[in-house]
């Protein structure tokens, strides 16, 4: 849905003898509601979703958990980092889109604000990378790996060094 807007305002336009580019070109009408639509589907749906959905995964586990245990405040850090870091990665470029739309495009901060749009919008799409990296960093399996590895990577350094000290001597 969020790409409505891209297939009405883009055109084409003559980047020089050979070159063409695809340009969004919005009226001064267009450009507030296409920022609110993008707001609305590209970020507050999902962010919704995202909230509810971790939030019923949670209780779901809390529910299954006996007292005690610390499962429960695993899965709610799990949910917590999850559901923050899209808001994080993902209003910046929502506010940058706002700040845009209301600084004249003569403003003296008009090419700070287009650098600035890069790097949140590489933010926005870091998220995708940000999340499988969350579950498995924060999930207990990933830590319990962890452990069994450095403890298997210090023995084989263990007898590597054992087994050159008995060659030497």
Sequence with gaps: MDVIP??????QIEAGDEKRECRMKYTVDSAWPVSAFRFLIGFTIPFLVILVCHLVVFSMTQRRMTRGRTGSNKTLRVVISVVLSFFLCWIPLHIVDFLIL???????ASPKLHLA????????????????LLYVCLGQSFKDSMNRSLRN???????SFRKRISNFC
Excluded: D, G, M, W
């Design 6 to 11: 891209q297939f009405v305002y883009a055109k």
């Design 102 to 108: 209301t600084t004249p495009r003569v403003s003296s």
């Design 117 to 132: 749009h890069v790097i949140v919008l590489f933010l926005a799409y870091f998220n995708s990378c940000l999340n499988p």
């Design 153 to 159: 990577i210090l023995h084989f350094i263990e007898q």
